[in-house]
Nanobody, 120 residues
Framework: QVQLVESGGGLVQAGGSLRLSCAGSGRTFSRLAINWFRQAPGKEREFVAGIRWSGGLTYYADSVKGRFTISRENAKNTVFLQMNSLKPEDTAVYYC?????????????WGQGTQVTVSS
């Protein structure tokens, strides 16, 4: 079992920044990928960014490349999503998940989500 808790969401103006955190506990992350997904009202959940815990390989959705950065802090079992140059279309509930592969929803563990709202 893996437990994930997100934090760091909020309201920010367009062009601003936020940093989301995902703190994990339970099963070791060493063989997992930690992903961020987001879901806007009326839309499907979509992949945002992911990182392999072992080795640190990262991958991003085209829509956030160059603006978002995913990183991890091994000692704290925590993954961060630094979001810069935010746009109104980034408004969504952001979810952290743990799965076997980057961008995978299969058999994933999920956090409760954190709301990000970007005003124009």
């Amino acid at each position: 079992q893996v437990q994930l808790v997100e934090s760091g969401g909020g309201l920010v103006q367009a062009g601003g920044s936020l940093r989301l955190s995902c703190a994990g506990s339970g099963r070791t992350f060493s063989r997992l990928a930690i992903n961020w997904f987001r879901q806007a009202p009326g839309k499907e959940r979509e992949f945002v960014a992911g990182i392999r815990w072992s080795g640190g390989l990262t991958y991003y959705a085209d829509s956030v490349k160059g603006r978002f950065t995913i990183s991890r802090e091994n000692a704290k079992n925590t993954v961060f999503l630094q979001m810069n140059s935010l746009k109104p279309e980034d408004t969504a509930v952001y979810y952290c998940s743990a799965a076997d592969n980057i961008a995978s929803m299969r058999d994933a563990y999920w956090g409760q989500g954190t709301q990000v709202t970007v005003s124009s």
